[in-house]
Protein backbone atom coordinates (compact mmCIF):
# COMPACT_ATOMS: atom_id res chain seq x y z
CA UNK A 1 0.00 0.00 0.00
CA UNK A 2 1.01 3.42 -0.40
CA UNK A 3 1.52 6.08 2.27
CA UNK A 4 -1.70 8.00 1.50
CA UNK A 5 -3.49 4.38 1.87
CA UNK A 6 -2.16 4.13 5.32
CA UNK A 7 -3.21 7.74 6.19
CA UNK A 8 -7.00 7.26 4.71
CA UNK A 9 -6.96 3.99 6.98
CA UNK A 10 -5.81 5.82 10.33
CA UNK A 11 -8.59 8.43 9.68
CA UNK A 12 -10.78 6.82 12.50
CA UNK A 13 -11.64 8.58 15.37
CA UNK A 14 -12.99 6.33 18.39
CA UNK A 15 -12.47 9.25 20.98
CA UNK A 16 -16.31 9.50 20.94
CA UNK A 17 -16.43 6.88 22.99
CA UNK A 18 -13.18 6.54 24.40
CA UNK A 19 -12.38 10.14 25.67
CA UNK A 20 -7.99 10.52 26.76
CA UNK A 21 -7.30 13.79 25.71
CA UNK A 22 -7.26 15.10 29.34
CA UNK A 23 -6.43 11.66 31.00
CA UNK A 24 -2.75 12.17 31.72
CA UNK A 25 -3.42 15.75 33.49
CA UNK A 26 -5.41 14.23 35.59
CA UNK A 27 -3.49 11.69 37.07
CA UNK A 28 -0.71 13.93 37.58
CA UNK A 29 -2.19 16.68 38.75
CA UNK A 30 -4.47 14.66 41.09
CA UNK A 31 -1.57 12.55 42.59
CA UNK A 32 0.48 15.17 43.22
CA UNK A 33 -2.48 17.20 44.80
CA UNK A 34 -2.70 14.34 47.66
CA UNK A 35 1.32 14.41 47.77
CA UNK A 36 0.21 18.60 48.87
CA UNK A 37 -2.39 17.23 51.18
CA UNK A 38 0.19 15.24 53.20
CA UNK A 39 1.91 17.96 53.47
CA UNK A 40 -0.44 20.61 54.49
CA UNK A 41 -1.16 16.99 57.82
CA UNK A 42 2.45 17.27 58.63
CA UNK A 43 2.62 21.77 58.88
CA UNK A 44 -0.86 21.45 60.83
CA UNK A 45 1.19 18.98 63.34
CA UNK A 46 3.70 21.40 64.26
CA UNK A 47 3.51 22.40 67.59
CA UNK A 48 7.05 23.77 68.80
CA UNK A 49 10.35 25.56 67.55
CA UNK A 50 12.18 21.84 68.04
CA UNK A 51 9.44 20.24 64.95
CA UNK A 52 9.60 23.36 63.31
CA UNK A 53 13.23 22.80 63.29
CA UNK A 54 12.73 19.07 62.04
CA UNK A 55 10.43 20.11 59.23
CA UNK A 56 12.81 22.72 58.06
CA UNK A 57 15.89 20.21 57.97
CA UNK A 58 14.37 17.61 56.08
CA UNK A 59 12.40 20.42 53.59
CA UNK A 60 16.07 21.76 52.94
CA UNK A 61 17.83 17.79 52.60
CA UNK A 62 15.19 16.95 50.13
CA UNK A 63 15.69 19.82 48.00
CA UNK A 64 19.24 19.55 48.22
CA UNK A 65 18.94 16.00 46.73
CA UNK A 66 16.08 17.15 43.90
CA UNK A 67 18.66 19.93 42.82
CA UNK A 68 21.96 17.40 43.05
CA UNK A 69 23.30 18.76 45.68
CA UNK A 70 25.06 22.14 47.07
CA UNK A 71 27.54 23.46 44.44
CA UNK A 72 30.94 23.94 45.14
CA UNK A 73 31.70 27.61 45.19
CA UNK A 74 34.79 28.46 43.42
CA UNK A 75 37.59 29.82 45.92
CA UNK A 76 38.53 33.29 44.34
CA UNK A 77 38.18 37.28 45.07
CA UNK A 78 35.75 39.79 43.15
CA UNK A 79 37.15 42.22 40.86
CA UNK A 80 35.90 45.86 40.92
CA UNK A 81 36.00 46.60 36.97
CA UNK A 82 35.35 50.34 37.53
CA UNK A 83 33.09 52.76 39.86
CA UNK A 84 31.25 55.81 38.75
CA UNK A 85 30.20 58.36 40.96
CA UNK A 86 26.28 59.08 41.07
CA UNK A 87 26.69 61.49 44.10
CA UNK A 88 25.21 60.67 46.64
CA UNK A 89 26.58 56.70 46.01
CA UNK A 90 29.06 54.68 43.98
CA UNK A 91 28.26 52.59 41.27
CA UNK A 92 30.66 49.80 41.37
CA UNK A 93 30.90 47.23 38.46
CA UNK A 94 31.59 43.69 39.57
CA UNK A 95 32.50 40.58 38.19
CA UNK A 96 32.84 37.54 40.64
CA UNK A 97 33.05 33.46 39.97
CA UNK A 98 30.58 31.14 40.77
CA UNK A 99 31.18 27.85 40.21
CA UNK A 100 34.98 27.45 38.97
CA UNK A 101 35.29 29.41 35.91
CA UNK A 102 31.51 30.55 35.36
CA UNK A 103 32.23 34.39 35.57
CA UNK A 104 28.87 37.08 36.68
CA UNK A 105 28.56 40.19 36.33
CA UNK A 106 27.38 42.55 38.74
CA UNK A 107 27.03 46.23 40.36
CA UNK A 108 27.24 47.65 43.33
CA UNK A 109 25.28 50.48 44.12
CA UNK A 110 27.23 51.52 47.68
CA UNK A 111 26.45 54.78 49.53
CA UNK A 112 28.59 57.57 50.77
CA UNK A 113 29.37 57.02 54.35
CA UNK A 114 31.74 57.23 56.69
CA UNK A 115 30.86 53.93 58.44
CA UNK A 116 29.79 50.44 56.93
CA UNK A 117 26.33 49.69 55.28
CA UNK A 118 24.00 47.19 55.59
CA UNK A 119 23.97 45.37 52.36
CA UNK A 120 20.81 43.54 50.42
CA UNK A 121 21.47 41.00 47.18
CA UNK A 122 18.85 41.89 44.40
CA UNK A 123 18.35 38.99 42.41
CA UNK A 124 16.40 39.47 39.07
CA UNK A 125 13.41 38.04 37.51
CA UNK A 126 13.02 37.38 33.83
CA UNK A 127 14.20 40.32 32.18
CA UNK A 128 16.38 40.20 29.09
CA UNK A 129 17.91 43.18 30.63
CA UNK A 130 19.05 41.70 33.69
CA UNK A 131 20.61 44.26 36.13
CA UNK A 132 19.90 46.81 33.51
CA UNK A 133 16.31 46.88 33.53
CA UNK A 134 14.49 49.87 34.98
CA UNK A 135 12.71 47.80 37.45
CA UNK A 136 15.91 46.26 39.32
CA UNK A 137 17.55 49.65 38.90
CA UNK A 138 14.41 51.25 40.66
CA UNK A 139 14.34 48.67 43.44
CA UNK A 140 18.68 49.83 44.12
CA UNK A 141 18.32 53.36 44.24
CA UNK A 142 15.52 53.08 46.57
CA UNK A 143 17.67 51.00 48.73
CA UNK A 144 20.60 53.29 48.14
CA UNK A 145 18.23 56.20 49.60
CA UNK A 146 18.11 54.19 52.60
CA UNK A 147 21.55 53.88 53.38
CA UNK A 148 21.86 50.32 52.09
CA UNK A 149 24.08 48.77 49.77
CA UNK A 150 22.32 47.21 46.60
CA UNK A 151 24.71 44.20 45.24
CA UNK A 152 22.16 42.93 42.29
CA UNK A 153 24.03 40.24 39.53
CA UNK A 154 23.01 39.34 35.98
CA UNK A 155 21.26 35.83 36.11
CA UNK A 156 22.60 33.34 33.54
CA UNK A 157 21.36 33.52 29.67
CA UNK A 158 20.49 37.60 30.78
CA UNK A 159 21.61 40.91 31.04
CA UNK A 160 25.38 40.62 29.97
CA UNK A 161 25.07 36.55 30.15
CA UNK A 162 23.65 35.54 26.94
CA UNK A 163 24.97 31.91 26.89
CA UNK A 164 23.59 31.55 23.58
CA UNK A 165 24.66 34.46 22.01
CA UNK A 166 26.54 33.88 18.61
CA UNK A 167 28.64 36.95 17.70
CA UNK A 168 28.90 36.21 14.40
CA UNK A 169 25.26 36.36 13.54
CA UNK A 170 24.07 38.60 16.35
CA UNK A 171 21.16 36.18 17.08
CA UNK A 172 20.74 33.51 20.13
CA UNK A 173 20.54 29.63 19.21
CA UNK A 174 18.88 29.17 22.20
CA UNK A 175 16.29 32.19 23.34
CA UNK A 176 17.19 34.08 26.79
CA UNK A 177 16.07 33.09 29.90
CA UNK A 178 13.12 30.71 30.43
CA UNK A 179 14.27 28.64 27.28
CA UNK A 180 18.15 28.80 27.61
CA UNK A 181 17.35 27.83 31.69
CA UNK A 182 15.31 25.13 30.51
CA UNK A 183 17.42 23.65 27.67
CA UNK A 184 20.13 23.41 30.72
CA UNK A 185 18.25 22.29 32.98
CA UNK A 186 17.35 18.78 30.82
CA UNK A 187 20.61 18.44 30.28
CA UNK A 188 20.91 18.53 34.32
CA UNK A 189 17.91 16.36 34.81
CA UNK A 190 20.04 13.11 33.10
CA UNK A 191 22.70 13.58 35.90
CA UNK A 192 19.90 13.66 38.66
CA UNK A 193 20.08 17.57 39.04
CA UNK A 194 18.53 20.80 37.83
CA UNK A 195 19.66 24.06 36.85
CA UNK A 196 18.96 25.51 40.25
CA UNK A 197 22.35 24.16 40.90
CA UNK A 198 24.03 26.85 39.11
CA UNK A 199 21.44 29.66 40.06
CA UNK A 200 22.56 28.68 44.13
CA UNK A 201 25.97 28.72 43.56
CA UNK A 202 25.37 32.36 41.38
CA UNK A 203 23.65 33.48 45.12
CA UNK A 204 25.97 32.33 47.73
CA UNK A 205 29.09 33.48 45.55
CA UNK A 206 27.35 36.77 45.03
CA UNK A 207 27.06 36.77 48.89
CA UNK A 208 30.65 35.99 49.74
CA UNK A 209 31.22 38.79 47.22
CA UNK A 210 29.07 41.32 49.09
CA UNK A 211 31.02 40.16 52.53
CA UNK A 212 33.96 40.82 51.28
CA UNK A 213 33.36 44.95 50.55
CA UNK A 214 35.21 46.63 53.66
CA UNK A 215 32.25 49.14 53.33
CA UNK A 216 29.43 46.75 53.89
CA UNK A 217 28.58 45.11 57.04
CA UNK A 218 28.61 40.78 56.69
CA UNK A 219 26.57 40.86 59.61
CA UNK A 220 23.58 43.22 58.12
CA UNK A 221 22.42 41.51 54.91
CA UNK A 222 19.16 40.76 52.95
CA UNK A 223 17.77 39.43 49.49
CA UNK A 224 14.81 40.24 47.71
CA UNK A 225 13.74 39.21 44.05
CA UNK A 226 10.85 39.29 41.45
CA UNK A 227 9.58 36.56 39.94
CA UNK A 228 12.26 34.58 39.04
CA UNK A 229 14.17 36.75 41.51
CA UNK A 230 11.48 35.77 43.91
CA UNK A 231 12.33 31.98 43.04
CA UNK A 232 15.95 32.67 44.03
CA UNK A 233 15.50 34.63 46.86
CA UNK A 234 12.74 31.59 48.26
CA UNK A 235 15.35 29.18 47.59
CA UNK A 236 18.22 31.16 50.03
CA UNK A 237 15.14 30.59 53.09
CA UNK A 238 15.07 27.01 52.58
CA UNK A 239 18.99 26.90 52.73
CA UNK A 240 19.11 29.07 55.86
CA UNK A 241 22.26 30.69 55.36
CA UNK A 242 23.43 32.34 58.89
CA UNK A 243 24.80 35.66 57.38
CA UNK A 244 21.31 36.35 56.10
CA UNK A 245 18.69 37.98 58.38
CA UNK A 246 15.77 39.38 56.10
CA UNK A 247 13.99 38.32 52.93
CA UNK A 248 11.76 40.00 50.78
CA UNK A 249 10.15 38.12 47.93
CA UNK A 250 8.37 39.23 45.75
CA UNK A 251 5.82 37.97 42.65
CA UNK A 252 6.65 33.91 43.73
CA UNK A 253 5.41 32.54 46.28
CA UNK A 254 1.38 30.79 45.65
CA UNK A 255 0.90 27.57 46.79
CA UNK A 256 1.64 24.39 44.47
CA UNK A 257 -2.19 23.56 43.90
CA UNK A 258 -3.73 26.73 42.75
CA UNK A 259 -0.84 27.75 40.48
CA UNK A 260 -0.31 24.49 38.71
CA UNK A 261 -4.01 24.02 38.31
CA UNK A 262 -4.05 26.36 35.55
CA UNK A 263 -0.92 24.25 34.06
CA UNK A 264 1.36 27.83 34.61
CA UNK A 265 4.54 27.47 33.28
CA UNK A 266 7.18 27.06 35.20
CA UNK A 267 11.56 27.09 34.12
CA UNK A 268 14.22 24.78 35.09
CA UNK A 269 15.02 26.18 38.44
CA UNK A 270 11.51 26.24 39.70
CA UNK A 271 10.59 22.86 39.19
CA UNK A 272 12.18 20.32 41.87
CA UNK A 273 12.03 16.67 41.23
CA UNK A 274 10.69 14.75 43.98
CA UNK A 275 9.79 17.27 46.59
CA UNK A 276 6.17 17.13 46.69
CA UNK A 277 7.11 13.32 47.86
CA UNK A 278 8.28 14.95 51.36
CA UNK A 279 5.00 16.72 51.45
CA UNK A 280 6.44 19.91 50.15
CA UNK A 281 4.38 23.51 49.30
CA UNK A 282 5.63 27.08 49.35
CA UNK A 283 4.66 27.32 53.03
CA UNK A 284 7.82 25.50 53.34
CA UNK A 285 10.05 28.22 51.92
CA UNK A 286 8.33 30.78 54.57
CA UNK A 287 8.37 28.00 57.70
CA UNK A 288 12.59 27.98 56.72
CA UNK A 289 12.63 31.69 57.35
CA UNK A 290 10.78 31.15 60.85
CA UNK A 291 13.67 32.80 62.61
CA UNK A 292 13.94 35.67 60.04
CA UNK A 293 12.29 39.17 59.22
CA UNK A 294 10.36 38.26 55.87
CA UNK A 295 8.51 40.56 53.97
CA UNK A 296 6.46 38.90 51.04
CA UNK A 297 5.37 41.20 48.34
CA UNK A 298 2.34 39.77 46.04
CA UNK A 299 0.43 41.21 42.84
CA UNK A 300 -3.54 40.94 43.09
CA UNK A 301 -3.00 40.46 38.84
CA UNK A 302 0.07 38.33 39.26
CA UNK A 303 -0.14 34.55 37.59
CA UNK A 304 1.61 33.56 40.61
CA UNK A 305 -2.05 33.08 41.88
CA UNK A 306 -2.59 35.32 44.62
CA UNK A 307 -5.29 33.05 46.14
CA UNK A 308 -2.69 30.80 46.77
CA UNK A 309 -0.19 33.12 48.40
CA UNK A 310 -3.24 34.10 50.93
CA UNK A 311 -3.51 30.38 51.47
CA UNK A 312 0.30 29.86 52.13
CA UNK A 313 0.17 33.01 54.30
CA UNK A 314 -2.09 32.10 56.45
CA UNK A 315 -0.63 28.44 56.99
CA UNK A 316 2.66 29.39 57.60
CA UNK A 317 1.57 32.15 60.09
CA UNK A 318 -0.51 29.35 62.16
CA UNK A 319 2.76 27.29 62.16
CA UNK A 320 5.21 29.49 62.69
CA UNK A 321 2.81 31.04 65.67
CA UNK A 322 2.59 27.45 67.73
CA UNK A 323 6.24 27.35 67.12
CA UNK A 324 7.16 30.34 68.75
CA UNK A 325 8.85 31.89 65.88
CA UNK A 326 8.76 35.47 64.07
CA UNK A 327 5.77 36.64 61.78
CA UNK A 328 6.17 37.03 58.42
CA UNK A 329 4.71 40.25 56.87
CA UNK A 330 2.32 40.26 53.39
CA UNK A 331 1.88 43.18 51.43
CA UNK A 332 -0.20 43.20 48.44
CA UNK A 333 -1.11 45.93 45.79
CA UNK A 334 -3.05 45.90 42.70
CA UNK A 335 -0.75 45.71 40.15
CA UNK A 336 0.42 42.72 37.50
CA UNK A 337 3.62 40.40 37.86
CA UNK A 338 6.35 43.08 38.59
CA UNK A 339 8.61 44.81 41.16
CA UNK A 340 6.20 48.02 40.95
CA UNK A 341 7.56 51.26 42.29
CA UNK A 342 5.11 50.48 45.14
CA UNK A 343 6.58 47.67 45.83
CA UNK A 344 10.61 49.19 46.01
CA UNK A 345 9.65 51.16 48.13
CA UNK A 346 7.55 48.86 50.57
CA UNK A 347 11.16 46.72 50.62
CA UNK A 348 13.46 49.53 51.51
CA UNK A 349 11.54 50.76 54.13
CA UNK A 350 11.31 46.45 55.05
CA UNK A 351 15.28 46.31 55.19
CA UNK A 352 16.03 50.04 56.13
CA UNK A 353 14.25 48.81 59.59
CA UNK A 354 15.15 44.57 59.78
CA UNK A 355 18.95 45.77 58.97
CA UNK A 356 19.11 48.98 61.16
CA UNK A 357 19.86 51.21 58.12
CA UNK A 358 20.37 55.26 58.41
CA UNK A 359 18.93 56.83 55.44
CA UNK A 360 20.81 59.67 53.01
CA UNK A 361 20.64 62.95 54.44
CA UNK A 362 19.87 66.17 52.69
CA UNK A 363 20.78 66.61 48.90
CA UNK A 364 22.32 63.12 48.85
CA UNK A 365 18.55 61.84 48.95
CA UNK A 366 17.92 63.00 45.52
CA UNK A 367 20.36 60.46 43.86
CA UNK A 368 20.56 60.01 40.22
CA UNK A 369 19.61 56.63 38.60
CA UNK A 370 22.14 54.87 36.25
CA UNK A 371 21.43 54.57 32.78
CA UNK A 372 21.11 50.47 31.22
CA UNK A 373 24.72 51.53 29.13
CA UNK A 374 26.23 52.46 32.76
CA UNK A 375 25.25 49.30 34.46
CA UNK A 376 27.30 47.31 31.61
CA UNK A 377 30.45 45.88 33.02
CA UNK A 378 31.91 44.29 29.93
CA UNK A 379 30.39 46.66 27.05
CA UNK A 380 27.15 44.81 27.48
CA UNK A 381 27.88 41.16 26.45
CA UNK A 382 30.07 38.82 28.11
CA UNK A 383 32.11 36.48 25.58
CA UNK A 384 31.23 33.18 25.26
CA UNK A 385 34.85 31.92 25.17
CA UNK A 386 35.46 33.92 28.71
CA UNK A 387 33.21 31.87 31.18
CA UNK A 388 31.40 29.16 31.24
CA UNK A 389 27.49 29.06 31.54
CA UNK A 390 24.90 26.01 32.80
CA UNK A 391 25.13 24.25 29.83
CA UNK A 392 28.81 23.63 29.75
CA UNK A 393 28.89 22.91 33.36
CA UNK A 394 26.37 20.27 32.74
CA UNK A 395 28.28 18.93 30.32
CA UNK A 396 31.46 18.11 32.25
CA UNK A 397 29.47 15.45 34.40
CA UNK A 398 30.53 12.00 33.03
CA UNK A 399 28.81 8.89 34.38
CA UNK A 400 29.77 6.27 36.53
CA UNK A 401 31.35 2.82 34.68
CA UNK A 402 28.09 0.92 33.72
CA UNK A 403 26.82 -1.35 35.76
CA UNK A 404 23.98 -3.75 34.53
CA UNK A 405 22.97 -4.63 38.05
CA UNK A 406 22.80 -0.94 38.71
CA UNK A 407 20.81 0.41 35.25
CA UNK A 408 18.30 -2.69 36.02
CA UNK A 409 17.38 -1.57 39.42
CA UNK A 410 17.86 2.13 38.46
CA UNK A 411 14.96 1.57 35.92
CA UNK A 412 13.14 -0.54 37.94
CA UNK A 413 12.50 2.02 40.66
CA UNK A 414 11.98 4.55 38.25
CA UNK A 415 9.19 2.43 36.11
CA UNK A 416 7.76 0.95 39.02
CA UNK A 417 7.90 3.59 41.73
CA UNK A 418 4.15 4.54 41.39
CA UNK A 419 2.91 1.72 38.93
CA UNK A 420 2.71 -1.82 39.07
CA UNK A 421 3.04 -4.23 36.30
CA UNK A 422 0.29 -4.86 34.12
CA UNK A 423 -0.76 -7.14 31.59
CA UNK A 424 -3.59 -4.71 29.70
CA UNK A 425 -6.72 -6.25 28.27
CA UNK A 426 -7.50 -4.99 25.03
CA UNK A 427 -11.00 -4.17 22.84
CA UNK A 428 -11.32 -3.56 19.40
CA UNK A 429 -11.56 -0.14 18.60
CA UNK A 430 -12.03 -0.24 14.79
CA UNK A 431 -11.86 -2.80 12.18
CA UNK A 432 -11.70 -1.86 8.23
CA UNK A 433 -10.46 -4.21 5.63
CA UNK A 434 -8.68 -2.79 1.83
CA UNK A 435 -7.22 -4.22 -0.90
CA UNK A 436 -6.98 -7.44 1.29
CA UNK A 437 -5.58 -5.85 4.14
CA UNK A 438 -7.31 -5.45 7.52
CA UNK A 439 -7.04 -3.07 10.13
CA UNK A 440 -7.45 -3.09 13.54
CA UNK A 441 -7.69 -0.28 16.20
CA UNK A 442 -6.92 -2.24 19.73
CA UNK A 443 -6.95 0.22 23.14
CA UNK A 444 -6.50 -1.01 26.78
CA UNK A 445 -5.62 1.25 29.69
CA UNK A 446 -2.54 1.40 31.34
CA UNK A 447 -1.28 3.10 34.76
CA UNK A 448 -3.62 5.71 35.96
CA UNK A 449 -6.27 5.05 34.12
CA UNK A 450 -4.17 6.40 30.68
CA UNK A 451 -5.37 5.34 27.56
CA UNK A 452 -2.80 3.28 25.17
CA UNK A 453 -4.03 2.37 21.15
CA UNK A 454 -2.58 -0.04 18.56
CA UNK A 455 -2.74 -0.20 14.66
CA UNK A 456 -2.66 -3.48 13.95
CA UNK A 457 -2.21 -4.29 10.06
CA UNK A 458 -2.26 -7.78 8.85
CA UNK A 459 -3.66 -9.61 5.43
CA UNK A 460 -7.20 -10.62 5.68
CA UNK A 461 -6.67 -14.57 4.76
CA UNK A 462 -4.23 -16.53 6.45
CA UNK A 463 -2.19 -16.45 9.14
CA UNK A 464 0.78 -14.01 9.96
CA UNK A 465 4.42 -15.78 10.52
CA UNK A 466 5.72 -13.06 12.95
CA UNK A 467 4.84 -9.73 14.36
CA UNK A 468 6.39 -6.02 13.60
CA UNK A 469 6.15 -4.18 16.78
CA UNK A 470 6.54 -0.12 15.46
CA UNK A 471 7.82 2.64 17.73
CA UNK A 472 7.89 6.04 16.53
CA UNK A 473 8.01 9.55 17.80
CA UNK A 474 4.15 10.03 16.72
CA UNK A 475 2.96 6.63 16.75
CA UNK A 476 -0.16 5.98 14.25
CA UNK A 477 -0.28 9.64 13.21
CA UNK A 478 2.55 9.86 11.26
CA UNK A 479 2.39 7.36 8.53
CA UNK A 480 5.59 8.96 6.66
CA UNK A 481 7.18 7.24 9.34
CA UNK A 482 5.79 3.94 9.51
CA UNK A 483 4.32 3.36 6.17
CA UNK A 484 7.30 1.37 4.83
CA UNK A 485 8.24 -0.31 7.79
CA UNK A 486 4.49 -1.84 7.32
CA UNK A 487 4.26 -2.69 3.96
CA UNK A 488 7.94 -4.10 4.27
CA UNK A 489 6.32 -6.38 7.14
CA UNK A 490 3.08 -6.98 5.12
CA UNK A 491 4.58 -7.90 2.07
CA UNK A 492 6.59 -10.42 3.97
CA UNK A 493 3.32 -11.97 5.82
CA UNK A 494 3.98 -10.80 8.62
CA UNK A 495 1.90 -8.98 11.26
CA UNK A 496 2.42 -5.18 11.70
CA UNK A 497 1.59 -3.06 14.93
CA UNK A 498 2.08 0.36 15.69
CA UNK A 499 1.96 1.61 19.15
CA UNK A 500 0.68 4.51 20.80
CA UNK A 501 1.07 5.13 24.02
CA UNK A 502 -0.93 7.98 26.37
CA UNK A 503 2.17 10.42 24.57
CA UNK A 504 1.32 9.56 20.95
CA UNK A 505 -0.67 8.93 18.25
CA UNK A 506 -4.19 8.69 18.83
CA UNK A 507 -4.00 8.86 22.74
CA UNK A 508 -1.73 11.71 23.07
CA UNK A 509 -3.21 14.14 25.42
CA UNK A 510 -4.78 17.65 24.07
CA UNK A 511 -2.86 20.64 23.43
CA UNK A 512 -3.33 22.40 27.00
CA UNK A 513 -3.73 26.03 24.90
CA UNK A 514 -0.07 27.77 26.00
CA UNK A 515 0.58 29.63 23.06
CA UNK A 516 3.69 27.78 22.70
CA UNK A 517 4.73 24.55 20.63
CA UNK A 518 3.20 21.28 21.40
CA UNK A 519 6.75 19.87 21.69
CA UNK A 520 8.65 22.35 22.79
CA UNK A 521 9.28 24.37 25.69
CA UNK A 522 6.38 25.77 27.92
CA UNK A 523 4.53 23.33 25.51
CA UNK A 524 1.93 20.79 26.07
CA UNK A 525 4.43 17.86 27.08
CA UNK A 526 6.77 20.36 28.66
CA UNK A 527 3.97 21.25 31.29
CA UNK A 528 2.59 17.36 31.55
CA UNK A 529 6.15 16.61 32.60
CA UNK A 530 7.08 19.80 34.89
CA UNK A 531 3.99 17.72 36.92
CA UNK A 532 5.65 14.41 36.79
CA UNK A 533 8.72 15.82 38.05
CA UNK A 534 7.65 17.01 40.82
CA UNK A 535 5.93 14.18 42.23
CA UNK A 536 9.44 11.87 41.49
CA UNK A 537 8.30 10.45 37.90
CA UNK A 538 8.84 11.27 34.29
CA UNK A 539 6.99 10.94 31.20
CA UNK A 540 9.67 9.24 30.19
CA UNK A 541 8.73 6.51 33.07
CA UNK A 542 5.50 6.10 31.87
CA UNK A 543 6.33 6.04 28.22
CA UNK A 544 8.90 3.02 29.46
CA UNK A 545 6.22 1.57 31.25
CA UNK A 546 4.20 1.52 28.58
CA UNK A 547 5.91 -0.20 26.28
CA UNK A 548 6.85 -2.79 28.61
CA UNK A 549 2.86 -3.61 29.10
CA UNK A 550 2.35 -3.45 24.99
CA UNK A 551 5.21 -5.96 24.12
CA UNK A 552 4.11 -8.40 27.38
CA UNK A 553 0.37 -7.70 25.94
CA UNK A 554 1.37 -8.74 22.57
CA UNK A 555 3.47 -11.68 23.08
CA UNK A 556 0.17 -12.89 25.51
CA UNK A 557 -2.00 -12.23 22.68
CA UNK A 558 -0.75 -12.46 19.20
CA UNK A 559 0.73 -15.89 18.61
CA UNK A 560 3.77 -16.17 16.19
CA UNK A 561 7.20 -17.50 15.98
CA UNK A 562 9.20 -14.59 15.97
CA UNK A 563 8.95 -10.77 17.05
CA UNK A 564 10.41 -7.69 15.30
CA UNK A 565 10.78 -4.35 17.51
CA UNK A 566 11.46 -1.62 15.11
CA UNK A 567 12.45 1.65 17.08
CA UNK A 568 12.93 5.20 15.29
CA UNK A 569 14.18 8.28 16.37
CA UNK A 570 13.55 8.54 20.39
CA UNK A 571 12.07 5.67 20.49
CA UNK A 572 15.35 3.67 20.63
CA UNK A 573 15.74 4.98 23.84
CA UNK A 574 11.98 3.82 25.39
CA UNK A 575 12.27 0.33 23.37
CA UNK A 576 16.24 -0.08 25.02
CA UNK A 577 14.57 0.83 28.40
CA UNK A 578 11.91 -1.62 27.90
CA UNK A 579 14.12 -4.56 26.79
CA UNK A 580 16.57 -4.57 29.48
CA UNK A 581 13.42 -5.12 31.90
CA UNK A 582 11.39 -7.39 29.95
CA UNK A 583 13.63 -8.55 27.19
CA UNK A 584 13.42 -12.28 25.76
CA UNK A 585 14.17 -13.15 22.30
CA UNK A 586 13.04 -10.61 20.23
CA UNK A 587 14.85 -9.02 17.27
CA UNK A 588 15.61 -5.18 17.18
CA UNK A 589 16.21 -2.83 14.83
CA UNK A 590 17.23 0.60 15.74
CA UNK A 591 16.49 3.55 13.20
CA UNK A 592 19.22 6.27 13.02
CA UNK A 593 18.41 9.85 13.11
CA UNK A 594 20.41 12.27 11.06
CA UNK A 595 23.41 9.07 11.18
CA UNK A 596 23.18 8.72 14.60
CA UNK A 597 21.33 6.75 17.30
CA UNK A 598 19.55 8.76 19.69
CA UNK A 599 21.88 9.12 22.96
CA UNK A 600 21.59 10.90 26.33
CA UNK A 601 25.45 11.77 25.67
CA UNK A 602 24.81 13.88 22.97
CA UNK A 603 22.27 15.86 24.86
CA UNK A 604 24.60 16.28 27.71
CA UNK A 605 27.82 17.06 25.79
CA UNK A 606 26.04 18.96 23.04
CA UNK A 607 24.62 22.71 23.67
CA UNK A 608 22.77 23.08 21.05
CA UNK A 609 21.17 19.53 20.85
CA UNK A 610 17.82 19.00 19.29
CA UNK A 611 14.75 19.72 22.00
CA UNK A 612 12.12 18.87 20.49
CA UNK A 613 10.04 16.77 22.28
CA UNK A 614 13.31 16.17 24.24
CA UNK A 615 11.45 16.95 28.00
CA UNK A 616 9.31 13.95 27.14
CA UNK A 617 11.92 11.37 26.59
CA UNK A 618 14.40 12.92 29.55
CA UNK A 619 14.49 10.16 32.91
CA UNK A 620 15.53 11.77 35.73
CA UNK A 621 19.01 10.49 36.59
CA UNK A 622 19.53 8.17 33.69
CA UNK A 623 22.75 9.20 32.17
CA UNK A 624 24.60 8.55 35.56
CA UNK A 625 23.66 4.45 34.99
CA UNK A 626 23.53 3.97 31.40
CA UNK A 627 23.19 5.33 27.84
CA UNK A 628 22.27 3.95 24.23
CA UNK A 629 25.33 2.09 23.95
CA UNK A 630 25.64 0.45 27.12
CA UNK A 631 21.80 -1.04 26.27
CA UNK A 632 22.62 -2.28 23.45
CA UNK A 633 25.42 -4.19 24.67
CA UNK A 634 23.22 -5.91 27.40
CA UNK A 635 20.53 -6.86 25.04
CA UNK A 636 23.12 -8.67 22.62
CA UNK A 637 24.23 -10.48 25.97
CA UNK A 638 21.33 -11.27 26.50
CA UNK A 639 20.83 -12.92 23.61
CA UNK A 640 18.80 -10.29 21.47
CA UNK A 641 19.40 -9.49 18.21
CA UNK A 642 20.56 -6.09 17.79
CA UNK A 643 20.46 -4.24 14.42
CA UNK A 644 21.48 -0.62 13.70
CA UNK A 645 20.13 1.14 10.46
Known amino acids: MEKTDYEKLENENFRWFYSSGARLYEGLFSSCVRLCEKGKRARRRIKSREALEKRCKKIKAEFLRSVGGMPEIADSDAEIVSVIDKGGYLLKKVIFESISGMFVTANLYLPKSDKPVPGVVVACGHNRKGKGAQAY ?18 PSDQGERLGFYDEKTGKETVEWGVFAHSHANVQFLLQGATVAKCFIADIFAAFKALRSIPEVDGKRLGMTGCSGGGTQTAITMLLRPDFVTAYAPCCYLTGWEEFNAGLQAQDGEQVYPGLLRCGFDYADFLLAAFDKDVLILGAKMDFFVIEGLYRTFEEAEKTIAAAGGKMPELYAEDVSHSYAPGFAAKAADFFSGALGAESLKGNEVHVTPPTEEETYCLGGLMSNLSSLYPCDAAAMFEPEKYSLDKAEAFLRKSVYFCRKPLLPVKKIAGEVTSDGIRRRSYIWLSCDKLLNHASVYERASGSPCANVLIFSEAGSCDADKFADLADRALKENK ?5 DGCLSGKTAPDDIGSGYDYCGCYGTKFEYNNLALWRGDSLMAVRIY ?5 INLIRNDFSAQNTEIVALGKEVMTVLSALTLCGKDEKV ?12 RKIVKTRDYDACDVDSYVLYGAFRYFDTDALINTLKEKGLEVNVK
Open 589 to 600: TLFKNRDELFSY
Open 137 to 154: INVCVSLVKKGIAAFIFD
Open 495 to 499: RAIVF
Open 546 to 550: EAVNF
